[in-house]
DNA sequence: TAATTATTTTTGTGATCACATTTTCAAAAT
DNA sequence: ATTTTGAAAATGTGATCACAAAAATAATTA
């Protein structure tokens, strides 16, 4: 089941078993470091995690819960495999949901969040500059947050991270069979609406920045693409 | 932390401790069967449900990661406490959400399932002349389902899902505190489009039918309502 | 050699226990 | 009467164990 790739990611003092064991293993789902299909186990994980078998189970009960997993009829826990079908799926959502997350953000926006998203934009650039796919990734993801949390009430960002979850693992041959993940985003022109408070202008930046990103992965490419990567 | 309110539930022969606690309570919560601000104990749940710890630490932590519970600093789980403003913004991501199972749900529907779904109103409509919140509720949301598992790949639903746990809580003081929910839907006016396989004509049906179903309730009500309450 | 059977290992599951923290409740002090 | 202190109870947490089912491996048969 291999090494789990699972970088230790650093430990708030106080923080539970299951907490940090589902924080972990988010993480490496979320930046495609565990393949498609690929199945976990929860002794498997417990020894990697020097730790024991109920608060990784609590962590793997979490992730199904969140769409990251999958629990078989056998009882056991994998990856979802995916499929050009569930991947158009999922991007449809996506844009649906994050326009709505959006203009759910827009009223509640301040100059200084804005001025945050620049800083966050331009990390991400540096980052793709020199080829950091994984930490492009959480960037781009970190964009999105940081807008969508402008909503003090948040019920959307839980739904939008579950699709970024499922996502992921796919995005992780992707950027290993393609050379550079191609990213284009339609950030500047989202930082701009933003300005003026312009919430239809925001909700098309959003659309464009999904459907020209992550959403120009055509049919045929996913499938070779998945061909390649023998799934 | 009261009886919990749980009707035993079958449990099917082969389903593990903490699936059947986790849909019990699950169930519970949907029906509005416990109080926003109720809290849980493992060891209460672990008590009434006859298992012990384990599996119903497994059942809280997915119901925790499905929005239906709130898990707070001092660890303890509570079932979240509902305001206006996020009662508007359940209200307003069900409607954009359920807009959208509709349409991605129309290219794959059958006459025989149309058929289904005009079996599902006649039985919610003779749960509601005869009083029956609960069931009717239950048969709402199966009308939706119905209608959203067409589409055979499935990512939305557990997010509709979601919305609808975190909606119960509420209706059940509704419930409590409204003689009778006043139950208004556009069921027929989707099965018609349906019918048409009108994808706008479905998706303006649904939107109609939250927006002046539970869409309906206004923020001065919602807020004498929990007053009412006493929350 | 291929298929079948038997054995061993792996794995998920649920109960139990000890520990630390938090909460609750009673007693004491101001 | 209110606040403070202290003891007792309740609670979340994580490790461990026994059990049953499933998977993997070895042995046997056709």
């Known amino acids: 089941m291999g090494n789990l790739a699972l970088e230790p990611l650093d430990r708030p003092e106080g923080m539970t078993t299951h907490e940090y064991a589902h924080r972990r293993l988010r993480q490496a789902i979320m930046v495609g470091s565990i393949r498609p299909g690929e199945s976990l186990t929860i002794r498997g994980i417990a020894e990697a995690m020097e730790s024991s078998p109920t608060p990784v189970r609590e962590a793997l009960r979490r992730?199904?819960?969140?769409?990251?997993?999958?629990?078989?009829?056998?009882?056991?826990?994998?990856?979802?495999?995916?499929?050009?079908?569930?991947?158009?799926?999922?991007?449809?959502?996506?844009s649906v949901l994050e326009q709505h997350a959006a203009r759910r953000a827009v009223p509640h926006i301040t100059e200084r969040r804005i001025d945050r998203l620049e800083e966050i934009d331009r990390a991400q650039d540096e980052a793709i500059a020199r080829k950091d796919n994984a930490n492009a990734l959480l960037l781009n993801q970190e964009?999105?947050?940081?807008?969508?949390?402008?909503?003090?009430?948040?019920?959307?960002?839980?739904?939008?991270?579950?699709?970024?979850?499922?996502?992921?693992?796919?995005?992780?041959?992707?950027?290993?069979?393609?050379?550079?993940?191609?990213?284009?985003?339609?950030?500047?022109?989202?930082?701009?609406?933003?300005?003026?408070?312009?919430?239809?202008?925001?909700?098309?930046?959003?659309?464009?920045?999904?459907?020209e990103g992550i959403g120009g992965f055509e049919r045929a490419a996913i499938e070779n693409l998945l061909r390649l990567a023998g799934q």
């Open 143 to 211: 964009f999105h947050r940081a807008l969508y949390t402008a909503n003090p009430e948040q019920v959307i960002l839980p739904m939008v991270e579950s699709i970024w979850l499922q996502l992921g693992p796919f995005l992780g041959i992707a950027m290993e069979h393609v050379a550079q993940l191609y990213f284009v985003d339609r950030h500047q022109e989202a930082i701009a609406a933003l300005r003026k408070r312009d919430e239809d202008a925001v909700a098309a930046a959003i659309k464009a920045d999904i459907s």
């Open 63 to 94: 992730l199904s819960s969140e769409g990251a997993l999958r629990v078989l009829d056998n009882r056991r826990i994998m990856v979802p495999r995916m499929t050009a079908d569930r991947f158009s799926e999922l991007v449809s959502l996506r």
